[in-house]
Structures are given as structure tokens and as C-alpha cells.
């Protein structure tokens, strides 16, 4: 009786997940995916949980605020957001790759004045989200640049990258001014939200100072650091504090900056060390534009990872140091557009991320180190076109599909259990060449006190139409007992969780009127693929079917009954 209800429930199941009838018919090719609830393999590191972006200003806009209030509903009080320019003088008014808080100026007699107004509306702002700061101590405050003019940039779109590089990215011109800024800042962060909430933050020196984004040496930067931490320790002994935020793994500048931390001078106190709670640097894809149709760089990404991981581990003494890549994209310029970035806004984002995600896991496996983090540097910006090809996590208040894979990742916690695909990309081929033969279709499962929930992505490199996945999925080690598994579908591709499709189908307004825009609200939160449905178990495992689009990704939580 039991196995004619199981095939009759998956009949039923199959059914109502098939794809809607607007779908096109598609050729599909056969993947097999074999779940094993009972083979965990460790706690599943919940690495999404930090975002970021240039613009901090963005941040207490209307945009800003409800794209925090997402974020922060994701895992509350504990995602993270790290944030260019918190130190940059300014009125406070946003611009592409710009940000200002006028947090330190002088007086005409040269006396140090500090402002916390805007600062403390960041802040205040996140806070009120159950967002926290990872707080980046940067950038130069006009009034202590040795090379204050031109200070703000006018760089846009399309215009040489190298010229944001103004008067922010200087040395200060007296470093014991420097470091008592940071002091009374972390000071007044402890009087305002409390020593235990300050304590839950991080904080870290300036950002990619092995390119451009610092004007000084190397022995300048280690100098900033040392003036900055001293800075922070002094305000709170207990403080998290790392670095160095490197563009990409960053080579040689990395491991100086590490054997400076463990064993080298400190400037600003004379002692041996300086304090090294968490390391991080940046890892970017490299996407192409083939005339026709985007060329994903996932491998050029995935490679830094490997290769900063293995930086890392040359240091015996940060064998269980946390890791936080401080910016892990797909490209390097959120507010750069063009046709090299039109893959943006849709599924070609969105599937990226997911496989790009579980190999970073893999990588950290791979070298054994303590990957507690990978920051998308992705938020939204205020006041632009709808969809306008920046790489944002909404646009207009709209979620975009991306933001829903995040949103399928909060769901997964507990222990990573073993999930085997018969078409996942083996690591080291990506690493070599990509994904740019067969695609991959692969997954990502969690445990969780009986709760089982397995990520699969249809990944492809190559932008293009493709066959869909016909996926056979297995959970098998199902807890002895229970009979009944109840399972939801969360699904993003072009027809759900898909604001940017549902647009487009709209004949792509420039203003959508109030009835557009609640349609385009409705289509932008995760969706499910059709009913939630109960599956009978069959000695200890359940069985179904689905087809998977190319460059879609489904969540699939099952649950006893």
C-alpha cells in the first residue's frame, strides 16, 4: 500500500511542479541528484550574511531602507554590512561611488571637530534593520589628506576607473590626529549602542590598498593600520579587528601585511604584533561581452579564492583565524554599466551566485581554513532607472533574482549533508576552465533537526539558450519514523522570484504606474513552484522529479509530517 501511494503522490507531485504553461517547451537531458540526510559532513557556514556597497548614504534614502529591511530579515542581528567613504568629508549626498559623513574637519586654528550626525544615521539606520556594521575605517578626511585637492571625484560611467583616485586615498598628514579620530569615534559608538552590541562588530583599515585606492607604501599603509587599531583598542580593548581588504588575494602585499601583524613592529605602540582577529581580501569574476551574448569569468574568481586561501595557510598561526572575503563578485565595478554587465539584472546573476557560493565552501574544505565569511558588494542605488544595469540586490525597491537565492540560502542551516550530482562541475575543472562545456547542475543540502533543504542550480558560464535539466532527486537517511515528508519548492527563474522578466513582459515602462509597480512588488519576493505537497517515505528515502531551466535555481525544503 505504501509504495502505490508513493508512485501516486509523485505522479501528483511531478504534475503540479511541472512548469507553467507560458514556459516554452524545451529539449531537456537527464541529472540524477542522490541526497544523504544521515552523511553530515560538518556545520554549514552560513557565509552569505555580509553585503556591501560604495555609497553609504544610500543607506537612510527610502531604497536603502527597505532593501536593509530585507537584508536584515534574512538572519537577524547577524548580517553584516561593509561600507566605502564612512570617514570621507562631505554634506552627506550620495553619488555613483561616492559617500561623505563630514565625520572629521579642522577649525581655522587646526583643532580637531568631530560630527557623529550622519554617522550615527548610518548606523542608527542599520541597526533599526538588525543589520551590523563591519565598519571599514576609511577614507581620508579632507583636512588630514597630504594631498587634499581635487578631493571628491567626478568620475561616471564609461570614464577611465583610476580617476576616482582624488585626495581621500592620501596618507594623513599627522598619524597620532588620525589615530584619536578613530578613538573617539569607536568611543562614541560604545556610548551610543552599547559595549556588548560594539563588540559583535569588525573593523578593518581602508580598502584594496595594494591598488590605486591607496596613495601611499606599503610600509605608509601598515602604519595607518597600526595607528587606526591602536585607535579602536583604545576605545575597546575587545574589539574585532582585521584586514587587509587586498584587491584579490593580493600576493606578496598579503603576506607582508600578515607577517607584520604577527610578528612586526607596531608603529604606533613599539611592541612586537598587531591585533588580527579575522584576515580578508577580494575576490572578482571576470565577464566578457562576446558581441552577442555575456561570457561568465567564474573561474577567475574561484582561482583568487584558492589562491588567498592558500596564502592564509602558510601561516601556522591563522589555522583557525576567520576568513572574510570582503568583496566576492562576479566583476569588480557595482556602478560601472554596459553590455559587459547586462547580465545583472536576471538569472545569469542569480544562478552564479549559488554555484558560485557552495565552492567557496569547497575551497575552505580544500585548504582547511576558517571561511566565516564572502561579502556581496551589492546594494541598490537610489533614484536611477528601473533595471538600469548596475549590479544591485534591487532596483527601485524591487527585489531583484539575486536577492532571492539569498533569500533561499537563509533557509538552509544546521549540518551540510552530502548531496552527489551525476552533472556537477568537478571543482578543479572550473578552477581550470570554467563552466564552458557541459553546465553544472548541482546542489547544496543542510540538516537541520529533521529539516532538510537542498539548493540546486543549472549553471552555465555562457549567457545562452540551453536544454533544461530533468532532475531526478533522491533524499535518502530520512529519521527512522516518520512516513510523510512535506516538501515546498522555491524556485527563481524567467516566470518566479523574477521582478526583471515580469518587467520586460510589461513592455519595460520607464515609470510603471501604481498597479505596474504592485504586480512588479508581488513578482519580486521568493515564490514558490507550484503547491507544497506531501511525499510518503519508502525505506528512509523519497524520490521526484522536476526540470530545471537553464541559469535556474530551485530550493527544495522537506520536512516529517
Not at 503522490?9 to 541528484?33: G, K, T, Y
Not at 564609461?158 to 590626529?177: Q, R
Not at 551540510?416 to 553544472?440: N, Q
Not at 530520512?478 to 516566470?495: K, N, Q
Amino acid at each position: 500500500m505504501k509504495n502505490s501511494l508513493s508512485v501516486l503522490v509523485v505522479s501528483i507531485l511531478f504534475s503540479c511542479f511541472a512548469a507553467p504553461v507560458s514556459m516554452h517547451a524545451q529539449e531537456s537531458f537527464q541529472v540524477s541528484i542522490e541526497v544523504n540526510a544521515a552523511s553530515e559532513e560538518g556545520d554549514l557556514r552560513r557565509i552569505w550574511r555580509y553585503f556591501g556597497a560604495d555609497e553609504p548614504n544610500y543607506a537612510y534614502m527610502k531604497d536603502g531602507r527597505k532593501l536593509l529591511n530585507q537584508l536584515g530579515q534574512l538572519a537577524p542581528d547577524d548580517v553584516y554590512f561593509r561600507t566605502h567613504n564612512l570617514m570621507t568629508s562631505g554634506p552627506g549626498a550620495p553619488a555613483l561611488k561616492w559617500g561623505s559623513t563630514n565625520l572629521y574637519s579642522e577649525d581655522v586654528d587646526g583643532n580637531s571637530v568631530y560630527d557623529y550626525r550622519i554617522v550615527d544615521l548610518i548606523f542608527d539606520t542599520y541597526r533599526e534593520n538588525k543589520v551590523r556594521p563591519y565598519v571599514q575605517l576609511g577614507f581620508m578626511p579632507k583636512a588630514l589628506s597630504t594631498h587634499p585637492e581635487p578631493y571628491q571625484h567626478q568620475w561616471r560611467p564609461g570614464m577611465p576607473y583610476e580617476e576616482v583616485y582624488t585626495g581621500w586615498a592620501y596618507p594623513p598628514k599627522d598619524y597620532e590626529k588620525w589615530s584619536e579620530l578613530v578613538y573617539r569615534w569607536v568611543e562614541h559608538c560604545v556610548e551610543r549602542y552599547g559595549r556588548e552590541e560594539v563588540e559583535a562588530w569588525s573593523w578593518q583599515t581602508w580598502n584594496e590598498s595594494n591598488i590605486g585606492y591607496w596613495r601611499g607604501t606599503d610600509d605608509e599603509f601598515h602604519k595607518l593600520h597600526d595607528y587606526a587599531i591602536r585607535g579602536v583598542l583604545r576605545a575597546l580593548p575587545t574589539a574585532r579587528v582585521g584586514g587587509p581588504d587586498t584587491a584579490g588575494d593580493g600576493g606578496e602585499f598579503t603576506r607582508q601585511f600578515l607577517r607584520h601583524c604577527l610578528e612586526g613592529r607596531n608603529y604606533a605602540t613599539g611592541e612586537q604584533g598587531t591585533k588580527l582577529d579575522f584576515v580578508s581580501f577580494h575576490a572578482k569574476g571576470a565577464p566578457r561581452w562576446l558581441g552577442d551574448h555575456i561570457r561568465m569569468g567564474i573561474s577567475n574568481q574561484l582561482s583568487t579564492i584558492d589562491r588567498g586561501f592558500a596564502i592564509v595557510a602558510e601561516f601556522p598561526q591563522l589555522k583557525d583565524t576567520p576568513i572574510v572575503i570582503g568583496e566576492s563578485d562576479p566583476e569588480g565595478c557595482a556602478a560601472c554599466q554596459g553590455d559587459q554587465f547586462s547580465y545583472r539584472n536576471g538569472t545569469m546573476y542569480s544562478s552564479y551566485t549559488a554555484a558560485s557560493f557552495a565552492r567557496k565552501l569547497d575551497l575552505a574544505a580544500k585548504h582547511g581554513v576558517n571561511l566565516e565569511g564572502a561579502l556581496t558588494w551589492a546594494f541598490t542605488f537610489e533614484d536611477q532607472p528601473y533595471f538600469a544595469g548596475f549590479r544591485q540586490l534591487a532596483s527601485n525597491g524591487l527585489a531583484m533574482p539575486v536577492l532571492n537565492v539569498f533569500r533561499m540560502m537563509s533557509q538552509m542551516q544546521g549540518q551540510r549533508i552530502t548531496a552527489v550530482s551525476s552533472h556537477a562541475v568537478a571543482l578543479e575543472d572550473i578552477l581550470r576552465d570554467g563552466v564552458r562545456d557541459a553546465p553544472d547542475v548541482a546542489a547544496l543540502a543542510s540538516s537541520n533537526e529533521g529539516k532538510i533543504a537542498v539548493l540546486i542550480w543549472h549553471y552555465h558560464d555562457d549567457d545562452l539558450p540551453g536544454e533544461n535539466a530533468n532532475v531526478e532527486l533522491q533524499v535518502s537517511g530520512l529519521p527512522s519514523g516518520a512516513e510523510i515528508m512535506s516538501i515546498t519548492h522555491y524556485r527563481v527563474d524567467s516566470f518566479h522570484s523574477n521582478a526583471y522578466d515580469m518587467w520586460r513582459r510589461m513592455g519595460s515602462p520607464v515609470a510603471p504606474n501604481r498597479s505596474q509597480y504592485a504586480q512588479l512588488e508581488a513578482a519580486s519576493q521568493l515564490a514558490r513552484y507550484g503547491s507544497i505537497q506531501q511525499l510518503a517515505i519508502s525505506g528512509g528515502s523519497v524520490q521526484l522529479s522536476f526540470e530545471l531551466p537553464r541559469q535556474a535555481v530551485s530550493l527544495l525544503v522537506l520536512e516529517p509530517r
